[in-house]
């Protein structure tokens, strides 16, 4: 599996979470009726669950495939930024 579609994979696993939290924060707000604790909660579990962006890097330069310069995006490139690798291809050996 290609590290693109790893990247995807977790795009599309961190846009579940954030729906998930989304529709947690309303729910405690409807049975509670404030919602301070539960954003303290959704925070903590969308940074958890977004820790593993760090290790999808490029395997020719180590550039991350999320970040822009100093702009993380939540869709990963599928050409390296840094060395124009292709990472939505099998590598060739």
Not at 17 to 34: D, S
Not at 70 to 87: D, F, V, Y
Request: with cysteine; hydrophobic share 55%.
């Amino acid at each position: 599996m290609t590290v693109y579609r790893l990247a995807v994979r977790h795009a599309q696993m961190m846009a579940f979470a954030l729906l998930v939290t989304i529709f947690f924060v309303i729910t405690f707000e409807r049975i509670f009726g404030f919602t301070a604790p539960a954003f303290v909660i959704a925070i903590i579990v969308l940074v958890i669950a977004n820790a593993r962006m760090l290790e999808l890097n490029c395997p020719r330069c180590g550039k991350n495939l999320f970040l822009r310069g100093l702009i993380a995006l939540p869709w990963p490139t599928r050409q390296c930024s840094n060395c124009q690798l292709q990472l939505d291809q099998e590598p060739e050996e």
